[in-house]
């Protein structure tokens, strides 16, 4: 960090240490998991429906490649420690109309409905217009968001791995 630039913290008390920019980061990534929920939330009321945002992620998460998902598997994908946040939010959308559940063995498929289809089409029409496409014009470009996404799961991966650390002491 050059001496004319001054890191933007929250928490000053943690940039004193081995990793002073990581409280930056920290900083950074509370900005952007809070508005990137508060997007998916009035993203998806735009579409038509209110809903959590976890369950928006979990309608997506089904809703990708249209085959249906296990449960164990959705929350893999989303990183949802708590089964029952997750399990919660299927009823949601299950009563909604937008999943619907079966059995296949002892697994509980999840699969995304006609309207569940339908509302994914219309939260995408709303995220090409007023993000996709202002984003495409201003930038960052396609090579930067995918730098920036590499990171995030390299740290992510960290943070796990921090956890599970944690955990033991």
């Avoid at 809070?34 to 928006?56: D, M």
């Avoid at 999943?99 to 339908?118: M, Y």
Wanted: glycine share 4%; hydrophobic share 45%.
């Amino acid at each position: 960090m050059t001496e004319a630039r001054r890191a933007i913290v929250s928490s000053a008390h943690l940039a004193d240490g081995a990793a002073p920019a990581l409280s930056e980061l920290e900083f950074s990534l509370t900005l952007a998991a809070t508005s990137y929920q508060r997007w998916i939330a009035r993203c998806a009321a735009a579409a038509g429906i209110q809903l959590s945002p976890i369950e928006v992620l979990i309608l997506h998460t089904v809703r990708h490649r249209d085959r249906a998902k296990r449960l164990n598997d959705i929350t893999l994908v989303l990183d949802i420690e708590d089964t029952h946040l997750a399990t919660y939010a299927i009823r949601k959308l299950e009563k909604a109309g937008l999943i619907e559940t079966r059995r296949e063995g002892k697994e509980k498929l999840v699969a995304a409905t006609d309207a569940g289809r339908n509302f994914c089409e219309a939260y995408r029409a709303v995220r090409e217009r007023v993000l996709a496409t202002p984003l495409a014009a201003d930038g960052p470009g396609e090579e930067a968001l995918s730098e920036a996404a590499d990171l995030l799961r390299r740290v992510s991966g960290q943070y796990n791995q921090a956890a599970r650390a944690a955990a033991t002491l």
